[in-house]
């Protein structure tokens, strides 16, 4: 994986800064509230602090948000309304960040107190096709996994901006973990506090098992469940690529077939996230694709 020295948030203010070279105004802080349309045109976008008069938008929400709670159906026609409601945002991805008093020495690996390098790269827990197939099958009947596979990174070992000297920061990716459980609640999908705990036990057992004595060293955790992302980030079904990166919604069919060159029925509103081709991943190219669209029709 790159990493981005200083923490990825620092991706958002490089990108900041290389606007201001081009008196672009940045706004912060603002909900925006609906983006409005008079005869299938742009013509504003309303906040809750102002209201933009414009024709052109460019939205990196997923789908789902950008039409049904911004724009709204109205404008719509029916064809793309069906294939808005059909987009698959199925997520069993979870977040578990980990703040450490040293980092964990594996059993398969070396010292790690007197080489860093082994930590490097990207540590996947368990490693066979067996324990993905057996860590899946809990979640498709809405159970999280039991066995769960974990991708581990640690960006401290090659940024130490990140934390306090001789401290690290763990990131885990946790597969899988259903945005709605069998026995979910309305207000949470399922993931009630003790279930939250238990789910967080397992995976740290998990490492446990493959470093031990890896619980003596952590300072902090906070667990993010599907749910959790969708709530805090707004994005459905805590679906991190902005709908799943299946076949059927790759390429042409992304985000809906008919409608993968970034434009949509709506004139001057184009799609430029994760939700357009190629999809998710921190990779500039969708944006960079529906800048180009964009340039050529204004």
Same mark, same amino acid.
């Given at each position: 994986?790159?990493?981005?020295?200083?923490?990825?948030?620092?991706?958002?203010?490089?990108?900041?800064?290389?606007?201001?070279?081009?008196?672009?105004?940045?706004?912060? %802080?603002?909900?925006?509230?609906?983006?409005?349309?008079?005869?299938?045109?742009?013509?504003?976008?309303?906040?809750?602090?102002?209201?933009?008069?414009?024709?052109?938008?460019?939205?990196?929400?997923?789908?789902?948000?950008?039409?049904?709670?911004?724009?709204?159906?109205?404008?719509?026609?029916?064809?793309?309304?069906?294939?808005?409601?059909?987009?698959?945002?199925?997520?069993?991805?979870?977040?578990?960040?980990?703040?450490?008093?040293?980092? /964990?020495?594996?059993?398969?690996?070396?010292?790690?107190?007197?080489?860093?390098?082994?930590?490097?790269?990207?540590?996947?827990?368990?490693?066979?096709?067996?324990?993905?197939?057996?860590?899946?099958?809990?979640?498709?009947? %809405?159970?999280?996994?039991?066995?769960?596979?974990?991708?581990?990174?640690? /960006?401290?070992?090659?940024?130490?901006?990140?934390?306090?000297?001789?401290?690290?920061?763990?990131?885990?990716?946790?597969?899988?973990?259903?945005?709605?459980?069998?026995?979910?609640?309305?207000?949470?999908?399922?993931?009630?506090?003790?279930?939250?705990?238990?789910?967080?036990?397992?995976?740290?057992?998990?490492?446990?098992?493959?470093?031990?004595?890896?619980?003596?060293?952590?300072?902090?955790?906070?667990?993010?469940? /599907?749910?959790?992302?969708?709530?805090?980030?707004?994005?459905?079904?805590?679906?991190?690529?902005?709908?799943?990166?299946?076949?059927?919604?790759?390429?042409?069919?992304?985000?809906?077939?008919?409608?993968?060159?970034?434009?949509? /029925?709506?004139?001057?509103?184009?799609?430029? %996230?994760?939700?357009?081709?190629?999809? %998710?991943?921190?990779?500039?190219?969708?944006?960079?694709?529906?800048?180009?669209?964009?340039?050529?029709?204004?």
């Amino acid at each position: 994986w790159g990493c981005v020295k200083g923490g990825m948030g620092e991706l958002s203010n490089s990108l900041a800064k290389a606007c201001e070279d081009f008196d672009v105004d940045i706004f912060t %802080g603002e909900k925006v509230r609906s983006i409005d349309v008079a005869g299938r045109r742009i013509t504003e976008v309303v906040t809750n602090r102002k209201t933009y008069s414009t024709d052109v938008v460019a939205s990196s929400l997923d789908p789902h948000v950008t039409f049904k709670y911004l724009v709204g159906y109205g404008d719509l026609p029916d064809e793309f309304i069906h294939n808005l409601e059909n987009i698959n945002y199925d997520s069993a991805t979870a977040k578990l960040n980990l703040a450490l008093d040293k980092l /964990p020495e594996f059993k398969c690996g070396k010292n790690v107190a007197r080489d860093f390098s082994v930590l490097t790269g990207t540590i996947h827990i368990p490693s066979s096709l067996r324990g993905i197939e057996k860590a899946f099958d809990q979640a498709k009947y %809405g159970e999280p996994s039991k066995d769960p596979i974990l991708e581990i990174t640690i /960006p401290t070992t090659i940024d130490n901006t990140l934390a306090p000297e001789g401290k690290h920061i763990m990131s885990v990716l946790v597969q899988y973990a259903p945005f709605k459980l069998n026995n979910k609640l309305p207000h949470n999908g399922g993931w009630n506090g003790r279930l939250r705990e238990d789910f967080t036990r397992n995976c740290i057992n998990k490492i446990e098992e493959y470093a031990p004595g890896f619980k003596n060293s952590i300072l902090h955790s906070q667990f993010l469940s /599907p749910w959790d992302l969708e709530r805090t980030y707004g994005i459905t079904g805590g679906n991190i690529f902005h709908g799943s990166m299946i076949l059927s919604q790759m390429g042409v069919f992304r985000p809906v077939a008919g409608w993968s060159d970034y434009r949509t /029925p709506i004139k001057g509103l184009y799609i430029c %996230g994760s939700a357009s081709h190629p999809g %998710g991943g921190v990779t500039g190219i969708p944006g960079r694709n529906a800048a180009q669209e964009i340039l050529k029709d204004i």
